[in-house]
Structures are given as C-alpha cells and as structure tokens.
C-alpha cells in the first residue's frame, strides 16, 4: 500500500504557472511508475504526464507538451508536475497516481494507487 498526497494547486492567470507536488510514502517506490492525471467538470479523465520513478520512459499528452514537465526527487519521495503557460483550458483536479511496473501508462486503470486530487483554475 502505498498513500500520495497532492498539494500546489490554485488560483492563476493565463500565461502563469504551477508546481503541483505529489507525495509518497508507506511503501517503497523505486520500482514504481508515476502518472499525472486531470480531470475537468464534464470530462472523463484525462492523462496529462507519466514516468518511471528511476526514470526511463516519460509521456506527455499532446495537450500539454512543451508546458508541462513531470520530474522527481528521490530524498523527498515526491514527484512534480511543473506547469508553465497555463491556459484556461488546462482548469480541471489534477491527481496523481502510482503504479507497481517501471513502465508508466496512459491509461488510468493501469495505476494501482492515487491521491486525493488538487485544484487547478486557470482564469482568462
């Protein structure tokens, strides 16, 4: 069992940033693989980012490609989701998840573990 708590999100412009912050504890993770999903009123949830803990393989959804960069500190167990050029688009609850393969996926069905999700609002 392994718990993640998300935390960095809020309120910002257009054209602003964010770091969200996801972390993990409860389990060792250094055979795990993470993903960045989000979530919009209305919208099935969306995949926006994904890697091995001890790297390897990242995907990014088209969406968010060249804006958004995941990454990782191993001292902290937490992973990170920093968002630049944040659109209006980009407003939805953003959680991450955990996966016990060292390939990261797309799909959320794939990852075993999630944390509660955190705000994003991204006004015009």
């Known amino acids: 069992q392994v718990q993640l708590v998300e935390s960095g999100g809020g309120l910002v412009q257009a054209g602003g940033s964010l770091r969200l912050s996801c972390v993990l504890s409860?389990?060792?993770?250094?055979?795990?693989?993470m993903g960045w999903f989000r979530q919009a009123p209305g919208t099935e949830r969306e995949f926006v980012a994904a890697?091995?803990?001890?790297?390897?393989?990242?995907y990014y959804a088209d969406s968010v490609s060249g804006r958004f960069t995941i990454s990782r500190d191993n001292d902290k167990n937490t992973v990170y989701l920093q968002m630049n050029s944040l659109k209006p688009e980009d407003t939805a609850v953003y959680s991450c998840?955990?996966?016990?393969?060292?390939?990261?996926?797309?799909?959320?069905?794939?990852?075993?573990?999630w944390g509660q999700g955190t705000q994003v609002t991204v006004s015009s």
């Open positions: 409860g389990r060792t993770i250094s055979s795990h693989s």
């Open positions: 998840a955990a996966r016990e393969l060292l390939s990261p996926a797309r799909s959320a069905y794939e990852y075993n573990y």
């Open positions: 890697m091995s803990w001890g790297g390897g393989r990242t």
